[in-house]
């Protein structure tokens, strides 16, 4: 069975630069499902809420070059709120979006289905802001089973043995970064990442973004912490104070802990 990246496209330049960083790596033995939903986001998603997905003709069709080797690409609707079909995927084994120009006010007032889902993603999340290949990856570790879910995912990419990482550990006071930081080297070298690893004591949020400017690298990946309901809109986190203010793309996943 062929893994499976879910792309939610809503036809805006950033779409498009995130359907580009699909097309900039490669996918051999994955399909893409591209899935557009065709309401507004102007309220929180009812919970009972569900729309089965249907195959549509797509008036703008995105379609993938032959480098990108994906085995398929189909075309899904539904007549919802985005976050409501991207919010259960969880039989994705990645879940990319644009990053929309983020900002605190858009996502506390509103909500966008970016910052919806990076608070609980039912799969791990690509928030891609430039569509550039990915060959430097700066992983953020915590110590939480988060951080380390988003360092499996990672490696499971087909491309990510293309790249270097840097790990990253954050020693605030009261996380344990050690062996978070042990665990993370120890997946990336089972997949042939070339790694190297670094401990910063000092405030998680501000560090990272500026591990981030020193660095330049072309995706930060990082745990969440799986938050649902409005919890996903009122309350912050590391992940997206950086996903916020981060130039770069990012991945993050949570460990589910039911």
């Known amino acids: 069975m062929a893994s499976l990246v879910v792309f939610g496209d809503d036809g805006s330049p950033g779409a498009d630069t995130a359907w580009g960083w699909i097309n900039n790596q490669t996918w051999p033995g994955w399909s893409a499902e591209v899935v557009t939903g065709s309401l507004p986001e102007e309220q929180p998603p009812a919970p009972d809420e569900t729309h089965e997905l249907t195959a549509w003709e797509s008036p703008h069709p995105r379609a993938a070059r032959p480098e990108a080797e994906l085995d398929s ?35 506390v007032l509103v909500g966008s289905t970016v910052e919806w889902l990076m608070h609980h993603p039912p799969a791990p999340l690509a928030i891609i802001r430039t569509s550039d290949p990915v060959s430097r990856v700066l992983v953020c570790i915590d110590g939480s089973a ?11 990419l087909p491309w990510s043995g293309q790249t270097e990482a840097r790990v990253l550990g954050v020693y605030d006071g009261w996380a344990e970064v050690e062996q978070g930081m042990s665990a993370a080297a120890a997946t990336l070298e089972d997949a042939d990442i070339p790694t190297k690893s670094q401990e ?31 919890h996903r809109l009122l309350l912050g986190s590391t992940a997206s104070a950086v996903v916020r203010s981060a130039p770069t793309s990012c991945l993050v996943a949570c460990r589910d802990e039911q």
Request: charged share 20%; aromatic share 2%.
């Open 73 to 107: 690409v189909s075309h899904l609707t539904a007549p919802t709120d985005p976050r409501i079909i991207l919010g259960v995927r969880s039989d994705a084994d990645l879940i990319v979006v644009g990053s929309r120009g983020l900002n605190v006010v858009h996502a």
């Open 146 to 156: 988060h951080a380390q879910r988003a360092v499996e995912a990672f490696a499971s």
């Open 200 to 230: 910063i004591r000092g405030r998680p949020s501000p560090t990272i973004l500026g591990q981030i400017e020193e660095l330049r690298p072309d995706l930060v990946v990082l745990g969440t912490r799986g938050l649902t309901g409005w």
